[in-house]
């Protein structure tokens, strides 16, 4: 193309970005997706060629400078090209959480106002169809899978395909308008808007510049020197920032390789097959897959089994070390390449890890004891801690410094700052520009000198300089005799055991710390068949006495090591519940993200609460709940509260002064 | 061939076509049992035909004279106008009649791919030495053959056991493989016993999903057995209700629903 440059000035957007790439690395693989049992492949030169006929197709269609595009679905190239296109036509692409409900899509489609919809199949259009009366600016959808489609009204609906074809017919006639528009788009114009899911209030559109997001990918991908040669795989939400600036922002920086799952479902097939070498994953998809190959190891041969645990707890010992470059005697390391060999090797290999050079978790806090698992077996598995505002980097580990207990240090270009009340500040080249819509948000959430407020609570480590987060500074409260109360560094601590997936401490202005706590179904569900325990549902495990003694337990172990902390002693959880429900994004407990919408549930469950606190023994309880197509029904339950054993906080009087 | 007199189309918008198969007086007897006593009806091209019916009303044995399994005493089957002989199951199958049963009948030990994969036998047209070395022919069919096969493979969405041996799976997804192998034959005529039999009520609108899908995407002419009233009435374009082997109703959900004599059947009339 015309304008371009080489250097950093030139690739001041995604399209600019795109036409590098299809001239410098034309046959090199810049999106693959399994369907029908194989890979298929688009290299940057194909890619390039898409996104053009898709950017024409838009523009036949009526796509405006400056419309909202949304994007629906699960990831698929196509709906990344999705993106790339509606920027080219200088549009601004909106990718929302594709497992809403049509309520929560009606707010945000009629928030931004958009005029097209680009969804992946009849399961996504259904819901804009169900809500387009209340749309009022809406116009056009353009669906992905014809199936199932073939008998709607297709006035204002459109295949994708024939999209493409439309735009390549008219190529010659709106070439020049699309050039024009490209050419328009530098580092100050808008790349992307995402919805943050919010844990309290309505989810706020966050404007992310090309600055911010091509920025930040520059920085980040020299910070772990990520080349053209990676490949990652996209299994993430399209609507979450992390998912866009890997799949998209470096990816297109790099011009590394984005591979999308063949369904939901194969993700983990998909890993394997891939065997990315640049990853993401929160934590729950890590505690995951350890809790399965510590299940299935439990099935093997003895033989196996005894190899398994030995060569681990020589991993356990020596592995990390290893990895971050620290004097290892000769001897342990001639048995942890004999390890490698023989038990490591093939372990990542199945789990898909076998050519990972770079792997990041972030999102939750995760448990210390699965994350020196995977670096113990070589995995270089990093933290980072950021925000969508932050086009995602605020603090990120650099290789050979890395803890559980830590964020890291500030990412490139990011500046810190931590006020009087403990809160974070940050001020980056990633900095978003505001929330759509809203200045009285973006005023009190950015201040005139462009620092951002995260409403985390935290500190700098002394010595090490690394950032440690303690909770959102709006959950830490205060105890009623003035102790600190930090619910999630205590939540944190009960997650962490396999058997509780979920838990939500109480506490704030009371005496003493109660307990909601969620059991893994997985784990829990394991454990009863190797022991004989005959369950029928959910509920009925949740409550059976020889779980709750477990719990209880863990809990006891918990509360010892919170005792120890002099700040945070007054936290000990003293009595708890084991919900009969899974706390769900689709009853509004969650956010989409599974972060637990703590005053939600603390308003539902008011009734539970209130008899943690009286001293009853039981309670009776009647839950709504939400199927997944936005029914609703019931469950009744009486819980069972259990009474944990609470350590005496001895200095815990003298550090609430 | 077929009388396109009937044709119509329906409030969503598939053609109906004409009488595809037609059931003439049929009487079916196991000893002294009469399972089946006269009962006519016909099945119309693309439709979604139910037979309903009270335990041990014989809606299995009338699916089971469809497919030819079993030859009626009395009457006759009309298959696209013509008398249709007593066949064995394979010829059945190449009319383009394909089933699925009650009682799932999968290999077990076999992988959900290679059962699918048995559902293409009558396009495979080489021989078994052919086949055994895989060389040419073979292989370029067999890629053929698998190609269709992935295709129903991502329509039913059961991607993620393709390679899973067909006894580790729950009995849900096993229905769905079932179904897979009966649309790998790409029938003209589907039939569906008891397709959601023992299912939850996720489960099953799953599967009311993609039979509705079956039908509209592929055309195929489906006549189920079902148990489940409401399933049935949304799915179907007509149905057929049986009671003690005898035909009690037969017509769109909406007149069934309203047919005295179904209303009795159902809920039981009291003698007085």
Redesign the interface.
Known sequence: MAQMQTGAQGMQSLPALLQRNAAQFANAPAYREK????WQCWTWSETAKEIEALALGLINLGVKEGDFVAIIGRNRPYLYWSMVAAQAVGAVPVPLYQDAVAEEMAYVLGHCGARFVIVGDQEQADKVIEIQDQLHQFEHMIYLDP??M??YDHTQLHQFSHIQDQGRAAHDELIGELNKRQTKLDYDSTCVMLYTSGTTGKPKGVVLSNRNVVQSAKNSAEFDHLTQGENILSYLPMAWVGDFIFSIGQAYWCGFCVNCP??Q??MM?DLREIGPTYFFAPPRVFEGQLTNVMIRMEDAGALKRKMFHHFLAHAKKVGGDILDGRPVGLMDRLKYALGNVLVYGPLKDTLGYGRIRVGYTAGEAIGPEIFDFYRSLGINLKQLYGQTEATVFITVQPDGEVRADTVGVPAPEVEIKIDDSGEIHYRSPGTFVEYFNNPESTASTKDAEGWVATGDAGFFEEGSGHLRIIDRAKDVGKMADGSMFAPKYVENKLKFYPDILEAVLFGNGRDRCVAFINIDLTAVGNWAERNNIAYASYQELAGHPQVLESIRSHVTEVNKSVAEDPMLSGCQVHRFVVLHKELDADDGEMTRTRKVRRRIVEEKFDDIITALYDGSEQVSTVTEVTY??GRKGSIKATLTIVDAEVKPGAVHKVAAE | MLDNSLSYVTDDGRTIGGVVMEMKNITLRFGGVVAIQDISFDIREGEIRAIIGPNGAGKSSMLNVISGFYVPQEGEVLFHGKKRPPMRPYEVARQGIARTFQNIALFEGMSVLDNVMTGRLNYMKTGLFSQALWKGKAEAEETENREVVERIIDFLEIQHIRKTPVARLPYGLKKRVELARALAAEPKLLLLDEPMAGMNVEEKEDMSRFILDVNDEFGTTIALIEHDMGVVMDLSDRVVVMDYGKKIGDGTPDEVRNNQDVIDAYLGVSHD
């Open positions: 369907e029908f049992g194989i199936r199932g073939r008998k063949e369904s479902d194969t097939t997944e197509d």
